[in-house]
């Protein structure tokens, strides 16, 4: 049985800034080792770089709908649960995260990925009102959920 195709699918990986500080990590490293031995600064400076930038992917959540389920890191809610989505720029983020959240809300966040989706939750069982998620691509997003909304 093979999985259904992705309808939205995004890792919130790092962005450009985020990488030259996995490069920045390795360089450090081997700047300390220098002056104790060359090959072993730079051994030690590239393996630093390696698994800095292993544990960023590695750790990166994934965001999406696919087979009537949205998962959004390692949360997962089917879409017949789902009511409105809302995407949200920088600034309505911003706002949602700070003075307007709800201390009940599952919130998926990157700080790399600035924009996002707040999703109410329409299941009376769960207690959680809504979540948000972030990522780069919000109305791409509720555009995949809009025909899952009642």
């Known amino acids: 049985m093979t999985a259904p195709t992705p309808m939205f699918h995004e890792r919130l990986l790092p962005g450009p800034g985020g ?3 996995t490069a920045g990590l ?3 490293a081997a700047i300390a080792l220098w002056p104790v031995d060359h090959a ?3 051994t030690t400076g590239l ?3 390696a698994v800095a930038a292993a544990s960023l992917a590695a750790t990166s ?3 999406e709908v696919s087979g009537a389920v949205l998962r959004a890191g390692q949360a997962r809610v ?3 649960f789902l009511g ?3 995407p949200l720029d920088v600034t309505a983020m911003r706002h949602e995260l700070g003075p307007g959240l709800d201390a009940r809300a599952y919130v998926c966040l990157r700080a790399w990925a600035r924009t996002g989706v707040k999703i109410v939750l329409e299941d009376p069982a769960d207690p959680t009102p809504y979540w948000l998620v972030s990522t780069r691509d919000p109305e791409g997003l509720v555009r995949v959920l809009a ?3 009642r």
Request: net charge negative; hydrophobic share 60%.
């Open 78 to 80: 089917p879409v017949a």
């Open 26 to 28: 390795g360089v450090i």
């Open 61 to 63: 959540p994934v965001v």
């Open 84 to 86: 409105e989505a809302t």
């Open 40 to 42: 072993l600064g730079v």
């Open 19 to 21: 990488w030259l500080g």
């Open 47 to 49: 393996m630093v770089c």
């Open 147 to 149: 025909p899952s909304v």
